[in-house]
């Protein structure tokens, strides 16, 4: 790593935590703003890119616990704009990533994004249990999880019609293979703060 | 014939049946034979890479260990998302040893890197340059907007693929099959991906922004390489024309699609019957006359904002 962050003192600070799990350097951001102008959902965050970047580098206990209940990290598509345009190659979604599995951790979640987290663990419920994602069966626990019942019932017949929705689920052989993948990655995540 | 293995990833088994189909049927004739990696799973997606980075390298990382085995060198992965992921996981895994002994750990079986990730457009790269051309029986001279979207080229610096603001592959291969490819603003934009359930008024915004520059251009008809990117422009055209009040009916296709016509393939082989928006593309002579853009009036109509397409 070329860079250190030689600025920062505090440990516990999302700075140096975002460096000691992603090997990112927020430092590196000198706010020109490009990952902001180039965001197709920026107008939509509460806080733009670059503005995340810049709360982050300041290192003060209130802004970081603004960051980890934004709306904006939820609804990053990681569509690696920013990070293709950055002339510092500060790895935006990366910190991202990492900046949503401290949300979730620290119970932070902004209410806004309960509809995507809740999309992605039926996501995941549906991989752990078949080995391969099973739409019909995630759109379902989508919708009980949700309870947007209504949600899709014009296009699905159609969809199923048109040959597009299988009504079983494709199951692979070795799901016990993935369950353990499953049960390890859970346990690894969980203890990630103490390996690194 | 060159020997690729493949890896459908789990949207060509269902929304995206026709991806699978039109691949499958083009291959034998662009010299292409695929060997699916036997039970493989689900590449993790936006899901796993969201909420547990570990799960985002482990499931990809099985999959990689599977074509290792087989003794793969190369591995075909249509889906742009799929292919992403795979790639990154590589990446990761070989730039970073300790992570690589941990992932190999959850996994049980060894990642040595050697069997390579290609998207889709690089494998045509490497069969159009021995005879696509020559194989066309019924040249594809329509008016294109070669939609690359996001993940077929960034980020950059990992993928090293064409060009990450400026594609340029997709057009060149669909000049070879007779078609004119537009220059448009849209190429990369992002079409709202993994939203399509969770956030469907983004992805109305985010798709409607892409299909009216294709449309305001003289586009005839949007070619595809992703199954999120088709799925979002055709299975959510109804939500995007409501949203942006508009009537586009332009259809989308996926590149091999678009290639198996050109080799006279059949339409039901390529599965063109399984798409929202019917592609009914105007019947051209042979050489590229101009037609009108059957598609897209992009006012509400007089009838009192019917979004209905016919």
Request: aromatic share 6%; with cysteine; proline share 5%.
């Amino acid at each position: 790593m070329s860079y250190s962050l030689h600025h920062s003192t505090e440990s516990n600070s999302l700075l140096y935590k975002v460096f000691e799990n992603t090997g990112e350097t927020v430092y590196k951001c000198y706010q020109c703003g490009k990952c902001s102008a180039g965001c197709p959902l920026s107008g939509d965050m509460d806080y733009a890119p670059s503005s995340v970047l810049r709360m982050i580098q300041l290192e003060i206990p209130e802004l970081d616990s603004k960051v980890l209940s934004s709306y904006s990290i939820w609804l990053c598509l990681t569509c690696e704009t920013c990070v293709t345009r950055c002339p510092q190659e500060v790895d935006l979604p990366k910190i991202i990533d990492y900046l949503r599995s401290e949300s979730i951790e620290h119970k932070k979640v902004n209410p806004a994004a309960k509809d995507i987290i809740a999309f992605h663990k039926t996501f995941l419920d549906s991989i752990r249990t078949t080995g391969r994602l099973y739409e019909v069966g995630l759109i379902a626990g989508y919708k009980f999880r949700t309870f947007h019942l209504l949600q899709d019932v014009s296009v699905a017949p159609k969809m199923f019609l048109l040959g597009k929705l299988n009504p079983l689920p494709h199951i692979i052989k070795n799901r016990s293979a993935i369950e353990k993948i499953f049960r390890k990655s859970n346990r690894a995540h969980a203890g990630k703060e103490a390996e690194q | 014939m060159i020997t690729i293995g493949y890896f459908p990833g789990c949207s060509l088994l269902g929304t995206a049946r026709e991806y699978d189909e039109s691949l499958r049927a083009i291959a034998p004739k662009i010299g292409i034979e695929l060997v699916e990696i036997p039970d493989w799973n689900c590449c993790g997606a936006t899901a796993a890479h969201s909420l547990n980075h570990t799960l985002a390298t482990a499931l990809p990382a099985r999959i990689l260990a599977l074509a290792e085995k087989e003794n793969l060198e190369e591995i075909l992965v249509p889906c742009a998302a799929c292919y992403n992921r795979l790639v990154m996981a590589q990446h990761e895994l070989m730039s970073n040893e300790p992570l690589c002994k941990k992932v190999s750990d959850i996994i049980e079986l060894d990642v040595k890197g050697t069997a390579r990730p290609i998207n889709i457009l690089e494998a045509l790269m490497k069969t159009s340059s021995n005879g696509l051309a020559q194989n066309i029986s019924k040249p594809f001279n329509y008016t294109v907007a070669c939609y690359y979207g996001c993940l077929l080229v960034r980020p950059p610096k990992v993928l090293q693929f064409d060009r990450a603001e400026d594609p340029q592959i997709m057009d060149e291969v669909m000049k070879k099959i007779g078609a004119v490819p537009i220059d448009w603003a849209y190429k990369t934009e992002c079409c709202g991906a993994g939203f399509s359930v969770s956030k469907t008024d983004i992805v109305s915004k985010l798709s409607g922004k892409i299909i009216k520059d294709a449309v305001t251009r003289g586009a005839e008809t949007i070619i595809v390489a992703c199954p999120m990117c088709h799925s979002n422009l055709d299975m959510r055209r109804k939500d995007i024309n409501q949203y942006n009040d508009s009537r586009y009916i332009i259809p989308v296709m996926y590149i091999t699609q678009a290639i198996g016509l050109a080799l006279g393939i059949d339409k039901k082989k390529l599965g063109l019957h399984r798409h929202i928006i019917p592609v009914t593309l105007p019947v051209k002579e042979k050489t590229t006359g101009k037609t009108q853009p059957a598609l897209a009036v992009s006012e509400r109509s007089a009838s009192g904002g019917k979004t209905e397409v016919e």
